[in-house]
Structures are given as C-alpha cells and as structure tokens.
C-alpha cells in the first residue's frame, strides 16, 4: 500500500508540474525595440519616454519594431514625443523573422509641431498596390520608372513625420526623387507634392525618405522624372 501512495504521488508531482511550469519557465515578453511585436508597444514608449525626461537614458530617439498587424499611434504619444522634443522611429515587419522592415515612420519631435498633434495616427502603408500602380502606369509614359505607396491613414499625416521605404529597382541610384499626389478616382497625377531624398538605412534596396504629404491625399507617386 506504501508503495502505490508513493507511485501515486509521484505521478500526481509529474502531472502537476507538467500543467503548471515553474514560474522561471514562462517566456519573457519580447522587447521592441529587438523584436517585431503585434501591437503598437505603447507602455514600452511610455517607459522610455519616462526614461529620457529623467536623465536616465542620453538617446531622445526612441526606436521599436512591430508586425503590419499594428496600427494606430495614440496622439498622447506623438505630442508628448514633440513637447519633450525627442524622437520615435516605427519600423514595420511583414514578419517577425524578416531581417529588414517593409517601411519605417519616424516622428521628429525636434524641429517640427508634432507637439500639436490631436488625432491618433494609422502607420499603415501599401506599396506598388495593383490598384494603384496600375492606375499610374496608364496614364503616365511608358520609360517613367516609380514607385507608389499608399497611406491607410486619412491623409493627414503629423508634423515632422517621415516615412522611408525602399523604391523600385529602375529608380534605383536617384538620390532625389519627385512625389506627386494620386486620385484613384479620376486616374489623374495630383500637382507635385515635393521631393524624396536618399535614406542610408538598410541594404536591401534603394531607400528614400518622404517627409512633405498633401492634407488628405493618401496615394502617391515617387519617380526620378518629372511628370505633367
């Protein structure tokens, strides 16, 4: 009878450790400013902001990493960003295994008005959509090269905002570009929207920084030529 207690009990200790790991075995939440995470990691942000205001970290630019599937920046965090003029830069994975972003924003609390900033913001960005790139292609030249990207947002985009993307391949080697605004509706090239200057960041591609958007255009056209 001793013996089947015992064997009882150890199965009993075998089941329970299996249903309840120790508390040491539980993964860690990711960071994200080294891994992409799902959601905008606001409390991270927070902390970080907190850190800086307090002398504890140099850095006023905070960096973290996130999946498409995030989406909205609180304006509390972009204002405070700007009235502590400081720095965030989002980049955004298509996969958390992916060893470049699709795209990155970067929201310059520095030299710009992000401080008044009031409405939450969509990072969302679709580049070369066929909708899009297609509508391009029929009404522009057949030798104009370009890129188009699209903003989920509605196309009010924060002040000191810039988002950098790597271009097309035959647009590659420009380190300036012309952006144009684009009506889906119409088919029709929206007056020039300003430049696209060369981003050193990654190098898997050709990388331009886009800092200058049209309020309420969220289409657009990067080319190295000019178009009429």
């Known amino acids: 009878m001793l013996l089947r207690k015992k064997g009882l009990a150890c199965f009993l200790a075998a089941a329970t450790a299996m249903a309840f ?103 969302g960005v679709e580049i070369d959509s066929a909708e899009v790139y297609n509508g391009v292609d029929s009404v522009v030249a057949e030798d104009v090269n370009f890129t188009t990207f699209s903003l989920d947002c509605n196309g009010n985009v924060p002040a000191g905002a810039i988002l950098c993307m790597p271009a097309a391949d035959e647009t590659a080697y420009y380190e300036m570009q012309n952006v144009y605004g684009y009506s889906r509706g119409s088919k029709a090239i929206l007056e020039f929207g300003g430049g696209a200057g060369y981003a050193d960041s990654y190098t898997n591609g050709w990388w331009m920084s886009v800092s200058e958007f049209q309020s309420g255009v969220r289409d657009y056209i990067m080319t190295p030529d000019k178009l009429e």
């Open 21 to 123: 790991p120790a508390v040491s075995g539980f993964a860690a939440d990711p960071d994200p400013s080294q891994t992409p995470v799902a959601d905008i990691p606001e409390e991270y942000i927070w902390e970080q902001i907190e850190k800086i205001e307090s002398g504890e970290i140099e850095d006023v630019f905070i960096r973290v990493k996130v999946l498409e599937s995030a989406q909205i920046i609180p304006a509390e965090i972009l204002s405070a960003i700007g009235e502590q003029d400081m720095g965030l830069t989002v980049s955004v994975y298509e996969s958390a295994s992916d060893q470049y972003p699709a795209y990155e924003w970067t929201f310059n609390g520095i030299m710009s008005g992000l401080e008044a900033t009031q409405e939450d913001f969509d990072i």
